[in-house]
């Protein structure tokens, strides 16, 4: 797989920014106004992108009330939900989603969506989306996984319930279909996850075992996680954004709010900066604080002649004489001249 990805321009990969994403997911709450409202913080918070979900309750689920399609004994925010009813409250009307790439593309963002099956993969081409994602649920429908590769854009395929076999399958199918534009995004669908459970490890293995770019889809509280992802190697993190949580909607639990989201990318791009590269070269205000190392000193005055000796030289700050590993050969010789007491040992001081 390709080791760098383009997204409207923007370079994601070795050397590059972490590609942050605002997801709107449900936090529309069914007014688009507050949709705007959310991309707009996201600029503001400085993301790269914000993501829509691109389906309707019909699409992806079916009218039905058997046991199927209720959510029970989940432990999750929507436990006792048919899949149909919660759908119907949490998608993004897609007469709404020409306009929203718009205006995000307007205030200096990238927008690209998750498909959620043929229909949607079309609609997304014909708006020119520039990236496709496939959400964790959808990572075993290898036939969408095809039909989305064959767009040619870049394919981000979270791993949410994946196994290796199921990651296997859909990175073969994108290869297969001549795409190999592909970021895999380490994701548990936990919602929030407890920490515990984010097992963000897995970000630099899945980069060195499937040879391509990896990040993360964050679904914990806060930024620590997302923050420490970047330390480990994501190229991107995702994460939900609501403009408060206490607004409610199906995502609003666990989403950022707008200070929060900005506060994570600062902590993102100070991390980018602290974790630089591997290197043993010194820079310019190192090779001066060397000074402040230990040298050889005499701690005495000494006369002309003298033997240096344990009294009266030391290892000590800073560092204008010799260097300590000179010690036991300096020991025993003789002064060439008198040397004041704070001297640094040279070369020339030894006869």
Known sequence: MEKRIQIDGKWIGEGEKTYIVAEVSANHLQDYDRAEMIIRAAAEAGADAVKLQTYTADTISLDCDNDCFIRVNEGTLWEGKSEYRLYQEAYTPWEWQPKLKAFAEGMGLSCFSSPFDDTAVDFMKEMDMPAYKVASYEINDIPLIRKIARVGKPVIIATGVAYLADIERALAACKEEGNEQVMLLKCTSAYPTPYEEMNISVIPHMAE????????????????????????????????????????????????????????????????????????????????SREDMRSLFAVQDIRAGEVFTAENVRSIRPGFGLAPVHYEEVLGQRAKADIMKGTPLTWGSIM
């Open 209 to 288: 075992s499937f040879d391509c770019l990896t990040g993360l889809s964050d679904h914990s509280m806060g930024s620590a996680v997302a923050v420490a992802a970047t330390a480990l190697g994501a190229k991107m993190v995702e994460k939900h954004l609501t403009l408060s949580r206490a607004d409610g909607g199906p995502d609003g639990a666990f989403s950022m709010e707008p200070a929060e989201f900005a506060r994570m990318v600062e902590e993102i791009r100070i991390v980018e900066k602290a974790v630089g590269k591997v290197t043993y070269e010194l820079t310019d205000s190192q090779k001066r």
